[in-house]
Every structure is written in C-alpha cells, then in structure tokens.
Antibody, heavy 117, light 107 residues
C-alpha cells in the first residue's frame, strides 16, 4: 500500500522557518515527480512546488519562490520543503503528493503549518 | 500564470441526478493538460481525470471529462452518495501549475 506521511508542521512566528518532510512507503519515490500543495483553512487547493525524479529540476509558485526550497533524498525515500521567511498567509495544511510531472495521484494526509505571533 | 475559473461555486443536486461542472482557463491550456480532482471533508484530494478525458486508475465510468483550449467540463452521469464533494480542475500545461477555486456538489 502506498503511503506518504508528512511531518515537521507546527506553530512558527512570522519570519521564522520550518522544514517539512514527506516519507514514502510502498512507493518507489525515485520513480516519480513530487509536489507540495497547500490548503488554507476552509479554502481551495494551491500548488506550491514540484521536483522531478532525480532532483535536477524544480519549479515554484510565485508566492513562495525565493522563500521555499523543495528537495529530495531518494535513498531515504523522502522529500522536503524548507520554508523560510514565513508569513501569516502561509498558514495552511501542506500536502505532499507524488506521481506525474503535472498530475500527482498519490497524496499524504497533510501537515499543518500555522504562522502566528 | 493561467487562472482557472470554475462554475458554479455550488451545485445542489440529488442522488441519481447528473452533474455538469465547468472550468474556464484565462488562456489556452497547452496539450490539453487539464485534470480534475475530488476532495471530501477531512481527506486528501483524489485524482479523477487527467489529459482532459482520461480517467485515473479505479475511477468509475460515471465520471467523464471533455473540452479543449480554454473550456473544460467534468460530467458525473448519475450521482452516487459518495460523489458529494468538492471538485477542482487543475492545469499542468505550464511550468507553474494552477488549480481552480473549486465547485462544491451538495445534496
């Protein structure tokens, strides 16, 4: 059974940093593109970032470019999202998702990030 | 960035009825790279359709997608109780992926 499990969420002050991790099981991470998608409370889905299977290509939404960094360690079957200079508007449930370059078909249950003083 | 606008915002229907959801793009979606996702409360999204009309693995054939260019449609032929959820379209024809704001299908 495919499982993606996010961790690393929590409460952080504006301007602070967090690193999210996404551990995969039953799923060979190295074969797939990986994405981060977020959802603010009661709101819709917003794509954040993606990384190709070997980590050589990444793209970011305009709202996070320059502040967030996606990376992966295929040997550890894990993807990361380093989030710096966090703002209140970054408060959301962050989903890790994997699959195609544009259509992730495997999703985790999300990690909650709250940015507040 | 391609902006996707979904309509209606909410669709009130009964089980057994058909549903038609619309997604309009601010510019043409290249290669028809348009997908649809379903999300139920407290759950992660589930991929339904990719490439406009291709059902993902395990998706029942009452779900179908159509369209091209800037106008796309998700049709649910006969609503089952488990189909009441929020549906999002998503384009992946550019380096920046975008989602629509969602259509809620409610009883």
């Amino acid at each position: 059974e495919v499982q993606l499990v996010e961790s690393g969420g929590g409460l952080v002050q504006p301007g602070g940093s967090l690193r999210l991790s996404c551990a995969a099981s039953g799923f060979t991470l190295s074969s797939y593109w990986m994405h981060w998608v977020r959802q603010a409370p009661g709101k819709g889905l917003v794509w954040v970032s993606r990384i190709n299977s070997d980590g050589s290509y990444t793209t970011y939404a305009d709202s996070v470019r320059g502040r967030f960094t996606i990376s992966r360690d295929n040997a550890k079957n894990t993807v990361y999202l380093q989030m710096n200079s966090l703002r209140a508007e970054d408060t959301a449930l962050y989903y890790c998702a994997g699959g195609g370059s544009g259509t992730p078909s495997y999703w985790g249950q999300g990690a909650l990030v709250t940015v507040s003083s | 960035e391609i902006v996707l606008t979904q309509s209606p915002g909410t669709l009130s229907l009964s089980p057994g009825e058909g549903a038609t959801l619309s997604c309009r793009a601010s510019q043409s979606v290249s290669n028809n790279y348009l997908a649809w996702y379903q999300q139920k409360p407290g759950q992660a999204p589930r991929l339904l359709i990719h490439g406009v009309s291709n059902r993902a693995t395990g998706i029942p054939d009452r779900f179908s997608g159509s369209g091209s260019g800037t106008d796309f449609t998700l049709t649910i032929s006969r609503l089952e109780p488990e189909d009441f959820a929020v549906y999002y379209c998503q384009q992946y024809g550019t380096s920046l992926l975008t989602f629509g704001q969602g259509t809620k299908v409610e009883v």
